[in-house]
């Protein structure tokens, strides 16, 4: 006869988690670390960019630099004549700028104080040149900051193309031969145009 077979024994039920003791702390979830880290880094960006210098301007690669000039004339946004050939003898900054744009906004200023301590009949003059914008809304944005020097529309953006210029502000400084001595990429300021055409006078000398 064959044996009988005995069924195995059910396995013990696993036991239960022991409550935790009296007094002691709870355990904090992973996922309440996580977003608390995250707001802490978020408000340190927040004061790092509100408390971080401006930009400024740098100088950048062109290939019109020790170049004569490409010809800058036209109508300006008072409805004058201008015409850069008129102004050899001085220096000229050539200034790309756009009233929607952020750091134009920033370096206006800069260029107000340029303005009025370059008045002389020698003195370095400055010239805008309307990028991508309207004549009454880059009328308003010089008006706003009281820049009065001339500043010509580029209704087809043939200057921007003459000069290379793909964003504003972007800011050229012509020699008093009509030649290219710098190019100047992001807001800039009146010390950094005064030292730049400083560099470029004493070169000469």
Same mark, same amino acid.
């Given at each position: 006869?064959?044996a009988?077979?005995?069924?195995p024994?059910?396995?013990?039920a696993?036991a239960?988690?022991?409550a935790?003791?009296a007094g002691?702390?709870r ?6 670390w996580?977003?608390?880290?995250v707001?802490v880094?978020g408000a340190a960006?927040v004061?790092l960019l509100?408390?971080?210098a401006p930009?400024v +301007?740098?100088? $950048?690669?062109?290939p019109l630099? /020790?170049?004569e *000039?490409?010809a ?6 008072? #409805?004058q004549?201008?015409?850069?050939a008129a102004?050899r003898g001085r ?5 790309f ?7 134009c906004?920033?370096e ?5 104080t340029?303005?009025?301590h370059?008045?002389?009949?020698q003195?370095?003059?400055?010239v805008?040149v309307?990028?991508?914008d309207? +004549?009454?809304d $880059?009328?308003?944005?010089m008006a /706003?900051d009281g *820049?009065?020097?001339p500043?010509?529309?580029d209704p087809g #953006?043939?200057l921007a193309?003459?000069?290379g210029?793909r964003?504003?502000?972007?800011t050229f ?15 800039v300021t009146?010390?950094q145009?005064?030292?730049w055409?400083a560099?470029a ?5």
């Amino acid at each position: 006869m064959t044996a009988v077979q005995q069924a195995p024994a059910p396995a013990p039920a696993p036991a239960a988690p022991a409550a935790p003791a009296a007094g002691s702390p709870r355990r904090r979830h992973p996922a309440r670390w996580i977003a608390g880290g995250v707001l802490v880094v978020g408000a340190a960006l927040v004061v790092l960019l509100a408390t971080r210098a401006p930009e400024v +301007a740098t100088e $950048a690669a062109t290939p019109l630099l /020790g170049h004569e *000039a490409p010809a800058l004339q036209g109508t300006t946004l008072t #409805g004058q004549r201008f015409d850069l050939a008129a102004l050899r003898g001085r220096f000229v900054v050539v200034n790309f700028f756009a009233s929607w744009c952020a750091p134009c906004q920033e370096e206006e200023p800069g260029l107000v104080t340029f303005a009025d301590h370059h008045r002389g009949p020698q003195d370095a003059a400055l010239v805008g040149v309307v990028f991508d914008d309207t +004549a009454s809304d $880059a009328r308003s944005f010089m008006a /706003g900051d009281g *820049a009065d020097w001339p500043a010509l529309s580029d209704p087809g #953006g043939a200057l921007a193309v003459d000069y290379g210029v793909r964003a504003p502000p972007e800011t050229f400084i012509v020699s008093p031969e009509g030649v290219v001595v710098a190019h100047l990429d992001g807001p800039v300021t009146a010390a950094q145009l005064d030292y730049w055409i400083a560099q470029a006078a004493g070169a000469d000398t």
